[in-house]
């Protein structure tokens, strides 16, 4: 599976972004779909996952009630939608995919090449 990150960009405190993740291949509906982010000089950390189905999201807290997933299996595409911006969301968002429901970056068997997320004070 490959797969290409999109939409990131610069946005004042309170706005919005959504990203996308389109993912080459039939098998696409088999993963686990997850959004992780990289602060400079930080480590990667896990941002959210959605199951194959899409039915079931599952968050840390400091994305809670701000970002949500979704993702059009038909598509192969996986979307993140963030609100409520703030300055200290600023990463790298790679979209990644695993094959069962984890938080732990090892579990992701592919990735995607990452997009900017600026939120500007």
């Known amino acids: 599976v490959q797969l290409q990150a999109s939409g990131g960009g610069l946005v004042q405190a309170g706005g919005s972004l959504r990203l996308s993740c389109a993912a080459s291949?039939?098998?696409?509906?088999?993963?686990?779909m997850g959004w992780f982010r990289q602060a400079p000089g930080k480590e990667r950390e896990f941002v959210l996952g959605?199951?194959?189905?899409?039915?079931?999201?599952y968050y840390t807290d400091a994305v809670k009630g701000r970002f949500t997933a979704s993702r059009d299996n038909a598509k192969n595409t996986v979307y993140l939608q963030m609100n409520s911006l703030k300055p200290e969301d600023t990463a790298v968002y790679y979209c990644?995919?695993?094959?069962?429901?984890?938080?732990?970056?090892?579990?992701?068997?592919?990735w995607g090449q990452g997009t900017q997320v600026t939120v500007s004070s």
């Open positions: 959605i199951n194959q189905s899409g039915i079931s999201t």
């Open positions: 291949g039939r098998l696409f509906s088999v993963y686990v």
């Open positions: 990644a995919a695993a094959p069962y429901i984890s938080r732990s970056a090892n579990a992701y068997n592919y």
